[in-house]
């Protein structure tokens, strides 16, 4: 790999080490002190149970579900796309093949029959039918196949664009309107706020155990790639979740 590529792995391990270090140092952090906060009812159950860890957990357990649910939607998906295609292939060749073997068979006879100039008439007549019909909607599906992604690609492009240029605004809207008769210390609000941020850091140590560093980490290329670039991405690594978890002083 280049310098190019050896910045990508590196910086990606240090993202990686960030999500893990919020996961655990901010997200459980701010969890555990809404449900052991003193404006919440000393008999309530919230600050009997270890609610914020609990809580990570089945977000964690279900983020896995949900990751393992799509990813067999997209892999059957692929796989019924490429049994498609191969099925329409396979009936076009056994479509034409027919139709060629007709054509030299048709025009053997003629030439028996008649002159040579007459079969290869025939033979040219035939063999442009036989391979004509599939000249003419091999491309026209083709073009049909195209058109269609292309389409779907612009569609999902301006759904992505359109979503994230709403995300920040309707978050601000939704916060002001709130603001006006929300109470942050009211038990209500302390028992959910507590739950969102225990289920974010379930979330965020999941993606960042195993789609970020168990993906990378432990994979082949990882495993193929020079000693110096592994020690570097640990090093990175450790270098994001402790810069992440420094930040925690302040906050």
């Known amino acids: 790999a280049g310098e190019g590529g050896w910045a990508f792995v590196l910086a990606k391990a240090f993202a990686a080490g960030v999500v893990l270090g919020t996961g655990y140092v901010h997200m459980m952090h701010d969890a555990e002190e809404k449900f052991l906060d003193p404006c919440l009812p000393d008999s309530s159950p ?8 609990s809580v990570a ?31 329409t292939t396979s009936a076009q060749d056994e479509t034409g093949s027919p139709l060629l073997q007709d054509g030299r068979t048709t025009g053997g006879q003629k030439c028996e029959a008649t002159l040579g ?48 240029a709403i995300t920040t605004p309707a978050g601000i809207a939704a916060g ?20 969102l941020n225990a289920t974010s850091a379930g979330i965020l140590i999941y993606m960042a155990l195993v ?8 994979g082949r290329r990882m495993s193929n790639s020079p000693t110096i670039l592994q020690v570097g ?18 906050t």
Do not use: C
């Not at 919230?46 to 860890?53: E, I, V």
């Not at 964690?60 to 191969?86: C, N, P």
């Not at 002001?176 to 739950?195: K, T």
């Open 46 to 53: 919230w600050q009997q149970f270890p609610f914020a860890g």
């Open 117 to 164: 100039h007459s079969h290869a008439h025939v033979y040219e007549g035939v063999v442009r039918n036989g391979h004509g019909h599939e000249n003419e909607e091999g491309p026209s599906q083709a073009r049909q196949v195209v058109v269609s992604q292309a389409q779907l690609k612009d569609l999902s492009m301006l759904l992505m664009a359109f979503f994230f």
């Open 176 to 195: 002001s309107a709130m603001a006006s008769f929300y109470d942050p210390y009211s038990p209500r609000a302390l028992v959910v706020e507590g739950i």
């Open 233 to 250: 991405a640990y090093v990175s690594l450790f270098l994001g979740a402790l810069a992440m978890a420094s930040l925690a002083i302040w």
């Open 57 to 87: 957990m089945l977000a964690s357990l279900v983020t896995l579900v949900v990751d393992f649910i799509g990813t067999q939607f997209y892999e059957r998906k692929q796989r019924d796309k490429a049994g498609a295609a191969s099925a």
């Open 211 to 218: 789609d970020l560093i168990a993906a990378d980490f432990l």
